[in-house]
Every structure is written in structure tokens, then in C-alpha cells.
């Protein structure tokens, strides 16, 4: 399995999933400046955490025009995994991959701290070594994690299968008490259509080893590595 990291200015998580994908790969990924035009051939593109760009106008704003998103969005297009994470999902969404908006959490503040996520789907390559119905354990870090879509959308996502997780207990019970930032119907992270494309909140790399405290985000980029090798 090949992979690409996208590096913007502003980036502090790429080097954090660059580790845990060579940790389940068995190679370092590929670093891609966002000034780059092209992609060589890879099985997943992951756009990281961060604050690029400053978070200037909006998160994600300025970031969704670099160059290389123009590549990234053809590539999905064509059906290559994107794994847009935090300040990635906020990117895909300002880019269109994904529908609805990540906007300021409910308590306008920035909350960092560890989530439950009760899993929603398996059938795709970014959950499939999950257990159906499962709870795993992420650290969130965002300002700007409250997901919302207008009704329709939000209900067409349940319908077809697209939320990928919720914000849960410790026994994934999904409740409002449950929900750190206010998100539309807790929802912590959505597939595409097709659901080749997973855009999250949750840090699936900060929990990626038991030395940094647990190892529920290792079972995605093991997954992703069966599904797509």
C-alpha cells in the first residue's frame, strides 16, 4: 500500500499520521507540499489536522483552493480513499468532497480532550477493522468541530448509511451529554457516497500506540492497510 500525506502551511499533525501510517504500512508515507500540482499513483491520500493557513476566514477556507486539492478531488472522484482529519475534515468540506460544515463548537471554546465514538459503519475501508456498533476511544482538539447540515442532508446521510461515527458514553449510549461540541445529531464523522472518502473530528493517530495511552485509532490504518493492499 502506497499513501500521501498533504502538508499545508500551518500543518501539526501530519508528522503524527506520517507515524502511524508507516507503523501499520511498514513504510513512511509520501509528503506533499500544497503548492504540488500532481499526486504519483497511491491507495489513500490523507489530509491532516492543523490550523492551515491560521484558520484565516474560515477553517479549511483557504486550504480547499490550494493546487493540490485540485488533484486530491479528481482523485476521489476516481475513487482513491481520501481520510480527512479535524482541520482534514473541515478542508474536504470546504472542497465539496463532503456535504454540511464544521462550525464553531456550541460552547465557543476550543476543547481538547479524549471522546468515545460509538462506530456506526464497518462496510468501508476506513472502519473495517472495527466491531459493528463498537466504542473506540479518540482525543478531539478543535475550536470548530460542530457539524451541521441542513435537515435533508442530515437526513439523507442517516438513510443511506454515511455517518461513520457518533459522539457516545463509554458504552456508546448517544446522548447530548455525550456530545462535546454541539455537532448535528452527534455526529463525529461522515462518509461519501460511495464512502471511499471519511472526513472525522476525532484524532485517530493521537491514540495510535499503547505508549501514547491506547491504540483504538491503530485499528483504522491497520484496516485501511487489509483493505487496500
Request: hydrophobic share 45%; net charge neutral.
Amino acid at each position: 500500500m502506497k499513501a500521501a500525506v498533504i502538508v499545508f502551511p500551518g500543518s501539526n499533525c501530519d508528522r503524527d499520521v506520517a507515524v502511524a501510517l508507516q507503523a501499520s504500512m511498514g513504510k513512511a508515507p509520501l509528503m506533499v507540499w500544497h503548492r504540488d500540482t500532481a499526486l504519483p499513483a497511491v491507495d489513500l491520500i490523507v489530509v491532516p489536522g492543523g490550523f492551515s493557513y491560521g484558520d484565516y476566514l474560515r477553517c479549511g477556507a483557504m486550504a480547499a483552493h490550494s493546487p493540490i486539492l485540485r488533484e486530491v478531488k479528481a482523485r476521489a472522484e476516481a475513487g482513491t480513499p481520501v481520510l480527512g482529519i479535524c482541520n482534514g475534515f473541515q478542508i474536504i468540506t470546504e472542497a465539496g468532497l463532503l456535504p454540511g460544515v464544521l462550525m464553531r463548537n456550541a460552547q465557543l471554546k476550543f476543547i481538547c480532550k479524549d471522546v468515545f465514538l460509538k462506530v456506526e459503519r464497518t462496510d468501508s475501508p476506513f472502519t473495517g477493522a472495527y466491531a459493528p456498533g463498537g466504542v473506540a476511544r479518540m482525543p478531539i482538539a478543535h475550536a470548530e468541530g460542530n457539524y451541521f447540515a441542513d435537515a435533508a442532508t442530515l437526513d439523507r446521510l442517516e438513510g443511506e448509511g454515511l455517518v461513520a461515527f457518533r459522539y457516545a458514553d463509554a458504552k456508546g449510549a448517544v446522548s447530548a451529554a455525550a456530545n462535546p461540541n454541539g455537532s448535528a445529531r452527534n455526529i463525529a464523522g461522515i462518509f461519501s457516497e460511495n464512502r471511499r472518502v471519511l472526513g472525522l473530528m476525532p484524532h485517530p493517530e493521537r491514540l495510535a500506540e499503547d505508549l501514547l495511552g491506547g491504540s483504538d485509532g491503530k485499528l483504522m490504518f491497520d484496516g485501511l492497510v487489509e483493505a487496500l493492499s
